[in-house]
């Protein structure tokens, strides 16, 4: 035992009592500066402590909630001037330490930490993430017909063997936000210029890198794939051993007092780093943290380093001013490369890419719009210092096997199958064989579409169709009028066509069709006599007619938002619409060469999320010239089949899926206006259409002004729909009998298919 001083006794409670008054002071709303904090502090440390200056090392370490703590940390050390000499850190803490030692300002690490990128992995220990699929959904597809449907994808290895995996219907939104996300924390330093301006080391699980790549900084997060992540060993960066010649600041997010969370393996780590924590240096840490938000995770990192000064102002040498930052701007363009993708896949991988784009939006656009492609899975990205990002796709053979229905009371019920290919060789091959057979029709639909063979704007379509439709007699009974009755139509159609797109929002499709059909009027469809007039006009009493249609057309379409006709709740759309037709029949009979002309417009919006209406508007002419002025085309001495080869009017949604003979017509307008209220796939719907007809058929019930009203339900998820209600048509004249609900047609469609 030695005697202890009195004046050194009296100095060093002076010392304390002064330290703690000055230094428990919320950082920003102290009363006192923290110039003067620092100095009344400074000032009272006894000459002999103040004499021992060492260098000062920073360790960041990671965790949950730690970048937001370290933030603090450094807004702290920033205020009261403490130099920093270097800086260790291992996962959260390597990304926050690289920014602050590049010369970043802390307001711009806070604006980067808020990023939406960034902020839902910030703090997140994401290395075993799962994807967002979830095995116990039905596999419904996502469109077309109503089917249960599974992807396979193909690979083959170096031996040439070929192995088959499930392939997920909806693209895996989790995994591309993120690899998206990974991209964002490598360009947060990509776009810092220069070298570190305080030196700085990286802990990985196997290494200590000096001075190291963005990529390894990147690497040591606990983001999906790493491996080597800060997370997966002692996650606190620590000195090996007290140095003396050292004055070590071991920033530790984790309270004193908390309950140690995460998985079984990050438990285990943690309380075996914790438990560990001796005298290396000086702790900056919080005792306890109730409140776990971003902004007073912030606050507790301040006041931890603002509660650590009296041991940290007698070792660190001098003060430091932090007022030299370069500001943190983002990459404005970034140079896609693909040099991982084989000759084979490379140009249709690099067309999904827009040059247009510019910043983050360009990989954000091309992760989304190449994902929803079958033949494409995984996407990663790898950006380089020139800004150069290294872009790498899975493209694998994918094929699809689908079976399921639809039909309706018009068509019956049908049973659908469909084997589609998705491939890619220099282009983008789909090869689709689908098929339905039912009560009283049956269908082959092969299919066959080829994208980017010229250039990634255009797309070829080539396709044949070998049917039998016939409507139930139930149906036809009610509904269809005496002289418009078929017993069938049977076809064999070949068709083929070339899309172009200017942009996402416009394109223009030239389309061929070469056809030969059957069709088999009712007996009380047939004409009375056969003749040839003079105008050569063909007619027959058989009740067989064999026509071959050949059209040639050109369609403009602008689409910006949804594309559904019916049920979009946001966006417009406008077609144009131009054609010529010839058809033939009966035995070296031709008509003449006419034209078909078509406009539609609409335009969709939602006044409430809940709700949505549709407005539209088309108009639409079959003519040809004659003598200087227009006619329209007589083909046949028959009323079904005039009315077969008519224009159609749709002004509800379930007037597509029969030809009804008050809406054939070789020229018409018609405004229309349809809306619903719907929720988690319900809805209930109104139709409504005005149309005048051109044309004064002789066999219509209706005068040329014409009322369709629809009331229908609505259920949809994925391709599955059920649309039913009922259908009125009436005219002017009959316009009171809209309330007659006891005379409107009813009408069930299982599915969103078009048969005509």
């Known amino acids: 035992m030695f005697p202890i001083p009195l004046g050194w006794l009296k100095k060093s409670l002076l010392v304390t009592v002064a330290f ?14 923290a110039d003067e904090t620092l100095l009344s502090a400074m000032q009272l440390v006894p000459d002999s402590l103040q004499a021992k200056k060492t260098k000062t090392v920073l360790y960041l370490g990671g965790g949950e909630r730690s970048p937001w703590f370290h933030l603090g940390v450094l807004y702290a050390l920033e205020e009261y001037k403490i130099p ?12 926050m330490g690289a920014l602050w030692s590049l010369g970043v300002s802390i307001d711009d690490i806070q604006r980067l930490m808020l990023d939406s990128y960034i902020a839902d992995y910030l703090g997140v220990n994401a290395i075993h993430a799962k994807t967002e699929h979830d095995a116990f959904k039905l596999p419904v597809s996502l469109d077309g017909v ?8 193909f690979y083959a290895d170096t031996a040439g063997r070929v192995y088959r995996s499930m392939h997920a219907l909806v693209p895996d939104t989790a995994s591309i936000e993120r690899s998206l996300s990974r991209l964002r924390f490598e360009e947060s330093l990509y776009r810092q210029h220069g070298t570190y301006r305080i030196p700085f080391t990286l802990l990985t699980c196997d290494s200590v890198v000096g001075n190291p790549s963005y990529a390894d900084i990147v690497s040591s997060l606990p983001l999906s794939g790493h491996e080597k992540s800060g997370e997966l060993c002692p996650y606190l960066a620590l000195p090996q051993t007290k140095n003396q010649q050292e004055a070590s600041l071991i920033v530790v997010a984790d309270p004193v007092r908390f309950d140690v969370d995460g998985n079984a393996e990050t438990r285990t780590i943690k309380k075996n780093v914790l438990s560990m924590l001796v005298d290396q240096g000086i702790f900056i840490r919080s005792h ?5 938000s971003r902004k007073s995770m912030i606050q507790a990192g301040f006041s931890a380093v ?3 000064l009296r041991d940290i102002i007698p070792t660190v040498d001098g003060r430091r001013e932090y007022g030299d930052k370069q500001k943190s701007e983002a990459w404005f363009e970034f140079n896609p490369m693909f040099d991982s993708l084989s000759a084979e896949h490379h140009s249709s991988v690099l067309s999904y890419w827009n040059p247009k784009d510019t910043g983050f939006t360009a990989p954000v656009n091309f992760a989304y719009s190449i994902a929803s492609k079958a033949p494409y899975d995984t996407i990663s990205f790898s950006m380089q210092p020139d800004g150069c990002l290294l872009i790498d796709v899975g493209v694998h053979p994918t094929l699809d096997v ?6 309706s009371n018009v068509n019956g019920a049908n049973a659908y199958g469909e084997v589609t290919l998705n491939y890619v060789n220099q282009m983008e091959i789909n090869l689709k064989l689908a098929g339905f057979y039912g009560t009283s029709s049956y269908g082959f639909r092969p299919r066959l579409e080829l994208s980017n063979l010229i250039s ?5 379509r080539f396709g044949y169709d070998l049917m039998k439709l016939r409507i139930l007699k139930a149906f036809e009974n009610d509904n269809v009028y005496e002289e418009n009755r078929f017993e069938y139509e049977k076809r064999n159609d070949l068709f083929l066509s070339a899309r172009y797109a200017f942009d996402k929002m416009q394109s223009i499709e030239l389309k061929f069709l070469f056809g030969s059909r059957e069709f088999e009027l009712s007996p009380l469809a047939l004409p009375e006599m056969d003749f040839f007039d003079d105008d050569d006009d063909f007619q027959n009493s058989s009740s067989n007619y064999e026509t071959s249609p050949v059209t040639q057309s050109v369609r403009y379409s602008l689409l910006n938002g949804e594309d559904d006709d019916w049920f979009a709740s946001k966006g417009f759309a406008a077609n144009a619409y131009l054609g010529l037709n010839l058809i033939g029949y009966g035995f070296h009979q031709r ?9 539609d417009g609409r335009f969709s919006y939602a006044p409430t999320p809940h709700s949505s209406v549709t407005v539209g508007a088309a108009v639409g002419l079959d003519a040809f010239r004659d003598g200087g002025r227009f006619k329209f085309p007589e083909n046949f001495g028959n009323t079904a089949m005039e009315d077969r080869y008519r224009l159609h009017v749709t002004p509800t949604p379930w007037s597509e899926d029969w030809l009804d003979p008050e809406l054939s017509t070789h020229g018409y307008a018609m405004i229309r206006v349809n809306g619903g209220v719907h929720r988690h796939g319900f809805g209930a719907w109104l139709s409504f259409a005005y149309i005048h007809d051109f044309e004064d058929k002789s066999t219509a019930r209706l005068n040329s002004n014409k009322f369709v009203f629809e009331p229908a339900l609505r259920y949809q998820y994925r391709s599955f729909t059920i649309y039913a209600g009922l259908n009125r048509i009436v005219d002017t004249e009959t316009f009171g009998d809209v309330k007659d609900f006891k005379n409107y047609r009813y009408f069930i469609r299982i599915g969103d298919y078009n048969l005509f």
């Open 20 to 33: 703690v008054a000055s230094v428990y002071v919320a950082p920003v709303q102290a009363e006192h500066s």
């Open 84 to 95: 920093v000499d270097s800086i260790v850190a291992t996962s959260w803490g390597a990304w």
């Open 146 to 153: 109503p089917s249960l449907r599974q992807r396979f994808s």
């Open 288 to 292: 306890s943290i109730r409140d776990t």
């Open 306 to 308: 603002e509660r650590s």
């Open 402 to 407: 689908a079976a399921g229905g639809f039909g």
């Open 456 to 460: 990634y704007r255009w797309k070829f």
């Open 591 to 599: 008509g003449p060469i006419y034209g078909t002309y078509a406009l």
